[in-house]
């Protein structure tokens, strides 16, 4: 059975930084596309950013690129992404899946920016 879980969420001011961690299992971590998808209360998912399984170059949404990075521990079947120099935009519900999309999604976590 494929499961995410998702945690690290949080309340920060703007200007911080969170840490976000996914744990995948039911599939083989280390040979999947992972991605992290947000949203936001009253808006629809949003893509946020992508990582392959072993090098390649992450990729990002304009709105988080060179503020977010993502990575990958195919050992732990986890993924990370780091948030720096957050936004009271970044307010959302943050999930994480693999590339394709599979169903059911986790539970995210919540991240709050606000002073």
């Known amino acids: 059975q494929v499961q995410f879980v998702e945690s690290g969420g949080g309340l920060v001011q703007p200007g911080g930084s969170l840490r976000l961690t996914c744990a995948a299992s039911g599939f083989d971590f280390r040979t999947t596309v992972m991605t992290w998808f947000r949203q936001a209360l009253g808006k629809e998912r949003e893509w946020v950013a992508t990582i392959v399984p072993i090098g390649g170059i992450p990729m990002f949404a304009d709105s988080v690129k060179g503020r977010f990075t993502i990575s990958r521990d195919n050992a732990k079947n986890t993924m990370s992404l780091q948030m720096n120099s957050l936004k009271p935009e970044d307010t959302a519900v943050y999930y994480c899946?693999?590339?394709?999309?599979?169903?059911?999604w986790g539970q995210g976590t919540q991240v709050t920016v606000s002073s």
């Open positions: 899946n693999r590339v394709p999309l599979s169903t059911p």
